[in-house]
């Protein structure tokens, strides 16, 4: 089974987009389950708001290093779990 570690914390904004890649590709290659997805973009949201988001919009080393379809997937999430 594919083990994906996931901390609470990012040092950086790039840190926390390349963990963000990491979920949303494993999801997509059905390496982990839904609820694991939506289970660590909340906790990674919750832990690291102040780096993800700014003014209710992702910020822009988050845009570029995770891109549209990504980003769509983990707003949902976001509002979902708000």
């Known amino acids: 089974m594919f083990q994906l570690v996931v901390k609470r ?12 890649n990491e979920v949303v590709d494993a999801y997509w290659q059905e ?10 973009v909340h906790s990674m949201y919750l832990n690291n708001s102040d780096k993800l988001m700014k003014d ?10 995770c891109g549209k379809r990504r980003l769509s997937l ?8 708000k």
Not at 9 to 20: E, G, N, S, V, W
Not at 56 to 65: A, D
């Open 31 to 40: 390496a982990i389950t839904e609820e694991e997805l939506i289970s660590d």
């Open 74 to 81: 983990i707003k949902k999430i976001v509002e979902i779990n």
């Open 9 to 20: 914390f990012y040092r950086t904004q790039r840190d926390l987009a390349k963990a963000i």
């Open 56 to 65: 209710g919009v992702f910020t822009k080393i988050v845009q570029q290093q």
